[in-house]
């Protein structure tokens, strides 16, 4: 198989995917570019802080990516590259991309809140309870596993007298000056965008060529020369200031400027394709299908059957239960506008699926090395298919070295950002446990006010994570898989619950004090509480028309799509309206003023003072 065929055709049904799925997904679930996102509403200088789109694009990217959609595919490519494609394409634009947007789209509607408080919403505080200790041990395990995959990346080798093997150590040096001096670029980008207020697009270009500046100085100055458990300390004191640093000096603008890098290495990679291609050295040497069982075992050890193996194994690049703790954690809070959760959420997991396809042919291209041993760490695969590639193309022969080290290095770059957003997301949930809802740390009292402390949980986060790192990573990189798909499950299925619930009724409006709603399945009657409101037909003229003149007040004020449709569909949807009327019209119109101050548009505000919560009753 051509490896350029493999490329064109997967980028051709993503693109394809995201224009026509994912605009039906949000004219489905009424995205609503007039609201005001949490960013705004729940503005505080730390946490929620408005970001322009291209540089949210690029925090939420570099946070889900991490060395996922290179790990994964590149590994399961032991049971072919159909089963491989076929997971990334159909997984990514079903159910990944479903899953991440999702998940961002119901945080924007709990005020940036965790995907926890939409189980709470729909499942009641147990569920919440139970969703975030799992979770926050989900974090623990990123945190452990990137920390130690950036402490393996930039380690010293030593010789068998234990003195440094300079040589040796030569590239892992490198990788950590430039990953030092790219923070310290992050920390003066957002000074000046945020505090000296420099338009993004001169800053963007300055901070673009101070890119090339800290590579250029890297590759030549690389003094510092440090043990595997020293920078696994340095990298804790780095991710336990920079999670509890405001947002605007550290994680946007670094997010942002590491996304260059992801540009930098996707243009890389499509040259490298189509150029090889053209040299006539695209083949995609890896089996269509191997078998439903890993014989070949380059690592040493099978993944086992292909069920769940694959699934497992390729989760960034598919499904990743992380990816809804950071949509619903970081993303959530920064979003200056519901339009932009589509390509952020949905747009982002499709890129990371292109990566993945990428990763493909990296592999495939050095299959035989693969296959027998010679090159198996998955960033190794992914930096030398991807550098020899290229090098095939005249008069790029020479460029083999500068190149893989430039991809390792973006690698790097990922996964240290992918660990600095799960310290922050740990400590969100970890707050979460503790506070009651709608509480913020600042009201907690007695213990819960230590343990809420940002700074405190943050410390708890970084000494389990780190400590758990110092295992190796190795030991758990597989329970981390296991348990990220978990969670993606339980995440999928919270926010189909919640949009269950919420788009379930259409309540047309309220008039003297008596209400409309929709009820499409029959059973509003059966979970309406009966001990506040009456149902009845819409049948007397005056209510059908009052009705009509309800949907048609909405439609013109918010252009609703699914109060169109009654509206042209009139007379098949009058059999399913009731009739509520309330027993008691203030305490109703308190319970809807209740829900609205929670974030509730009115017409959900409405529907969920219909239900009344029948456990507060």
């Given at each position: 198989?051509?490896?350029?065929?493999?490329?064109?055709?997967?980028?051709?049904?993503?693109?394809?995917?995201?224009?026509?799925?994912?605009?039906?997904?949000?004219?489905?679930?009424?995205?609503?570019?007039?609201?005001?996102?949490?960013?705004?509403?729940?503005?505080?200088?730390?946490?929620?802080?408005?970001?322009?789109?291209?540089?949210?694009?690029?925090?939420?990217?570099?946070?889900?990516?991490?060395?996922?959609?290179?790990?994964?595919?590149?590994?399961?490519?032991?049971?072919?590259?159909?089963?491989?494609?076929?997971?990334?394409?159909?997984?990514?634009?079903?159910?990944?991309?479903?899953?991440?947007?999702?998940?961002?789209?119901?945080?924007?509607?709990?005020?940036?809140?965790?995907?926890?408080?939409?189980?709470?919403?729909?499942?009641?505080?147990?569920?919440?309870?139970?969703?975030?200790?799992?979770?926050?041990?989900?974090?623990?395990?990123?945190?452990?596993?990137?920390?130690?995959?950036?402490?393996?990346?930039?380690?010293?080798?030593?010789?068998?007298?234990?003195?440094?093997?300079?040589?040796?150590?030569?590239?892992?040096?490198?990788?950590?000056?430039?990953?030092?001096?790219?923070?310290?670029?992050?920390?003066?980008?957002?000074?000046?965008?945020?505090?000296?207020?420099?338009?993004?697009?001169?800053?963007?270009?300055?901070?673009?060529?101070?890119?090339?500046?800290?590579?250029?100085?890297?590759?030549?100055?690389h003094p510092i020369y440090l043990s595997e458990t020293a920078w696994m300390v340095i990298v804790g004191i780095y991710i336990t200031v920079a999670s509890v640093a405001p947002v605007w000096i550290l994680l946007q603008p670094r997010d942002?400027?590491?996304?260059?890098?992801?540009?930098?290495?996707?243009?890389?990679?499509?040259?490298?394709?189509?150029?090889?291609?053209?040299?006539?050295?695209?083949?995609?040497?890896?089996?269509?299908?191997?078998?439903?069982?890993?014989?070949?075992?380059?690592?040493?050890?099978?993944?086992?059957?292909?069920?769940?193996?694959?699934?497992?194994?390729?989760?960034?690049?598919?499904?990743?239960?992380?990816?809804?703790?950071?949509?619903?954690?970081?993303?959530?809070?920064?979003?200056?506008?519901?339009?932009?959760?589509?390509?952020?959420?949905?747009?982002?997991?499709?890129?990371?699926?292109?990566?993945?396809?990428?990763?493909?042919?990296?592999?495939?291209?050095?299959?035989?090395?693969?296959?027998?041993?010679?090159?198996?760490?998955?960033?190794?695969?992914?930096?030398?298919?991807?550098?020899?590639?290229?090098?095939?193309?005249?008069?790029?022969?020479?460029?083999?070295?500068?190149?893989?080290?430039?991809?390792?290095?973006?690698?790097?770059?990922?996964?240290?950002?992918?660990?600095?957003?799960?310290?922050?997301?740990?400590?969100?949930?970890?707050?979460?446990?503790?506070?009651?809802?709608?509480?913020?740390?600042?009201?907690?009292?007695?213990?819960?006010?230590?343990?809420?402390?940002?700074?405190?949980?943050?410390?708890?986060?970084?000494?389990?994570?780190?400590?758990?790192?110092?295992?190796?990573?190795?030991?758990?990189?597989?329970?981390?898989?296991?348990?990220?798909?978990?969670?993606?499950?339980?995440?999928?299925?919270?926010?189909?619950?919640?949009?269950?619930?919420?788009?379930?009724?259409?309540?047309?409006?309220?008039?003297?004090?008596?209400?409309?709603?929709?009820?499409?399945?029959?059973?509003?009657?059966?979970?309406?509480?009966?001990?506040?409101?009456?149902?009845?037909?819409?049948?007397?003229?005056?209510?059908?028309?009052?009705?009509?003149?309800?949907?048609?007040?909405?439609?013109?004020?918010?252009?609703?799509?699914?109060?169109?449709?009654?509206?042209?569909?009139?007379?098949?949807?009058?059999?399913?309206?009731?009739?509520?009327?309330?027993?008691?019209?203030?305490?109703?119109?308190?319970?809807?003023?209740?829900?609205?101050?929670?974030?509730?548009?009115?017409?959900?505000?409405?529907?969920?003072?219909?239900?009344?919560?029948?456990?507060?009753?």
């Amino acid at each position: 198989m051509n490896s350029i065929l493999v490329l064109v055709v997967g980028i051709g049904i993503l693109i394809a995917g995201y224009v026509f799925y994912g605009k039906w997904l949000a004219e489905q679930w009424g995205v609503d570019p007039k609201r005001k996102t949490p960013a705004f509403t729940e503005e505080d200088g730390v946490d929620y802080v408005p970001a322009k789109a291209p540089v949210l694009m690029g925090h939420h990217f570099s946070s889900i990516a991490g060395a996922g959609p290179i790990n994964g595919p590149i590994q399961a490519a032991v049971f072919g590259w159909v089963p491989v494609l076929l997971w990334v394409l159909i997984g990514g634009i079903f159910f990944g991309g479903v899953h991440d947007y999702g998940a961002l789209f119901a945080s924007l509607r709990h005020k940036g809140q965790s995907i926890g408080e939409v189980i709470a919403d729909t499942m009641g505080s147990k569920a919440k309870k139970l969703f975030i200790v799992f979770a926050y041990l989900t974090l623990i395990l990123v945190v452990a596993a990137f920390g130690s995959i950036v402490a393996n990346t930039f380690k010293a080798a030593y010789t068998e007298s234990g003195a440094v093997d300079v040589a040796a150590s030569s590239a892992n040096a490198t990788t950590a000056m430039i990953s030092i001096l790219f923070i310290v670029l992050a920390v003066v980008f957002g000074f000046m965008v945020y505090r000296r207020n420099v338009s993004l697009g001169v800053s963007t270009i300055a901070g673009v060529a101070a890119i090339v500046v800290c590579v250029v100085v890297g590759l030549n100055f690389h003094p510092i020369y440090l043990s595997e458990t020293a920078w696994m300390v340095i990298v804790g004191i780095y991710i336990t200031v920079a999670s509890v640093a405001p947002v605007w000096i550290l994680l946007q603008p670094r997010d942002y400027l590491s996304s260059f890098l992801l540009y930098f290495m996707m243009i890389v990679a499509a040259v490298g394709v189509i150029g090889s291609a053209l040299m006539g050295h695209a083949s995609l040497d890896i089996p269509a299908f191997t078998g439903f069982k890993d014989t070949l075992a380059p690592t040493g050890s099978s993944l086992g059957f292909m069920f769940p193996a694959l699934f497992v194994t390729i989760a960034c690049g598919a499904i990743s239960g992380f990816h809804s703790l950071v949509g619903s954690g970081t993303t959530s809070k920064q979003l200056d506008n519901e339009k932009n959760a589509r390509p952020i959420a949905y747009g982002g997991m499709l890129i990371e699926c292109a990566l993945a396809i990428v990763s493909l042919c990296a592999v495939g291209y050095i299959w035989s090395r693969y296959a027998d041993g010679t090159t198996v760490v998955p960033t190794a695969v992914f930096a030398t298919g991807i550098s020899e590639m290229v090098a095939t193309i005249p008069g790029l022969g020479g460029s083999t070295h500068v190149l893989y080290s430039l991809l390792v290095l973006t690698v790097s770059v990922f996964c240290l950002t992918s660990l600095d957003t799960a310290t922050r997301l740990a400590r969100y949930m970890f707050q979460e446990f503790w506070l009651e809802p709608g509480q913020t740390y600042k009201e907690a009292t007695g213990y819960k006010a230590v343990l809420t402390n940002p700074v405190v949980s943050t410390v708890i986060t970084v000494v389990l994570g780190i400590g758990l790192g110092l295992t190796g990573y190795s030991k758990i990189w597989p329970l981390f898989g296991a348990s990220n798909q978990l969670l993606a499950a339980i995440g999928l299925l919270a926010v189909a619950t919640w949009l269950g619930k919420v788009g379930k009724n259409f309540a047309a409006g309220m008039s003297g004090g008596i209400a409309y709603v929709l009820d499409e399945d029959w059973d509003f009657y059966q979970r309406v509480n009966k001990d506040m409101v009456s149902l009845e037909s819409v049948e007397h003229k005056y209510d059908v028309s009052l009705l009509k003149d309800l949907i048609r007040e909405h439609v013109e004020l918010t252009g609703s799509p699914r109060g169109r449709e009654i509206l042209d569909n009139f007379g098949e949807y009058l059999p399913k309206f009731k009739k509520v009327l309330p027993h008691d019209y203030d305490k109703m119109l308190r319970l809807i003023a209740q829900m609205e101050e929670k974030g509730e548009d009115s017409e959900q505000a409405q529907i969920e003072a219909f239900y009344a919560m029948k456990s507060a009753k």
